[in-house]
Nanobody, 121 residues
């Protein structure tokens, strides 16, 4: 399993950013995917998840209405479109693969190396 996340950078509050994750080495189109983030001094948290077909999505309350997760099964890619970013969105964002059961995403222990997002004026 290989997950290569990219697209991070420094942005100002209110701006937008799109993260990308290139996946390989597993049955991507049959796998749920997600984005986690870890802010300085805090635990890693689930930001957004999407099932294998892209029909079900789940978001952390803190990003609902601002972030959108999507996937391209033909290209083995998953994306996180971040809009109206806030300073509290700062952190390292990690791509993850897992399973979707019912309405819940369960992560597997496969992670990208992370991409840093810094939101500051």
């Amino acid at each position: 399993v290989q997950l290569v996340d990219s697209g991070g950078g420094s942005v100002q509050p209110g701006e937008s950013l799109r993260l990308s994750c290139a996946a390989s080495g597993f049955a991507f189109s049959s796998s749920a995917m997600s984005w986690y983030r870890q802010a300085p001094g805090k635990a890693r948290e689930l930001v957004a998840a999407i099932d294998s077909a892209g029909g079900n999505k789940d978001y952390a309350d803190s990003v609902k209405g601002r972030f959108t997760i999507s996937r391209d099964n033909a290209q083995n890619m998953v994306y996180l479109q971040m809009s109206s970013v806030k300073p509290e969105d700062t952190g390292v964002y990690y791509c993850n693969t897992g399973r979707w059961y019912g309405k819940t995403y369960y992560s597997l222990d496969y992670w990208g190396k992370g991409t840093l997002v810094t939101v500051s004026s």
